[in-house]
């Protein structure tokens, strides 16, 4: 018996990379921008280039039936890892296959941590089914067929000893559309008392509209106001986190419009005093003012005064911080001493 041939020491690569050619679901591997750092297959079918300058992110590139869903699966994954299935989502209207998303945040090998995989499967509908007449009686036996015949029959004797009731039921079915027809008159004038309120509630929408915008206009002077004190103020909620600020505050605490809502622990200043979050929640407690003169890493000095954070109608909300600029008075009071 012939001895069977040695097979090459690259058959098995071989083979896999032709599978994986061959049998592997179209897939994108994107980082945490969403930019596309390699791609598996053909996903012209789910994602193109877009015009202009060239941009190989997956929320540019991605078609606009599946952009939002794969922007919203990519966020939650690299929020929370694991994977997150998107299932039947449809390229249009018209398409005759749905596409299943696979969204997963690689963790091995290591070389892949931190990115994100997207696999797309294209899943064919199945046909609908069309029942013919020939298809019918080809399923129905010659008994059946029998049977229903004689069913027919005994359903016409029924009819027509059904007719007189019929004809009595015609009767007070007109009777039943004069009742119709005047509730559709009291219909009628329910329709012109809801068009007149219809009116009236645009118009109270407008007025709504107006008070919105005075509010927005107080707001703006309000914002103007607190920024031309010159003083610097810091606005936290009853659980000390950031509501509001001044511009003047970034020459003491590092902050941007994303910061609103973080704890007063996390902000990074250059004030020396470690017992700033101890004092507000002191405050926020025993509802005491408290006010020091602090310094800060370089050099300048500052009147912290916490108060409570009081409402129109008297509830409390949280704190209110400010940082009046002491410096100036804080070197007069040394050349004073030395003098």
Known sequence: MSQPASPSPNLQTHAEQALLQEFSPAAVLVNEQGDVVFINGSVSKYMEPASGKANWNIHVMARPAIRAQIAAGLRQVLRAG??????????????????????????????LAGLVMIVFREVIEPAKRRRGKAGAIDAVTAEELQRCKDEIHALRQEMGASAEELQAANE?????????????????????????????????????????????????????????????????????????????ISRIVHLRESDIGRPLTELASTLIYPELNDDAKQTLRTLTFTEKQITT????????????????????QGVVITFIDITAAKELESRLRKA
Do not use: C, H
């Open 82 to 111: 694991g994977t997150v299935e998107l299932r039947g989502l449809r390229l249009g209207d018209d398409a005759q296959f749905t596409v299943n998303v696979t969204v997963k945040a690689m963790q091995e090998p290591k070389s």
């Open 297 to 316: 890493t370089d050099g300048l000095w500052f009147m912290v005064r916490i108060k409570p954070y009081r409402t129109l109608s008297n509830v409390i």
């Open 172 to 248: 007070e079915l007109r009777s039943t559309n004069e009742e119709l027809q005047s509730a559709n008159e009291e219909l009628t004038t329910s329709k012109e008392e809801s068009q007149s309120m219809n009116e009236e509630l645009q118009t109270l929408n407008g007025e709504l509209q107006s008070k919105l915008d005075d509010l927005a206009l107080a707001q703006s002077d309000m914002q103007n106001l607190l920024n031309s004190t010159d003083i610097a103020t810091l606005f936290l909620d009853s659980a000390l986190n950031v509501r509001r600020y001044t511009d003047q």
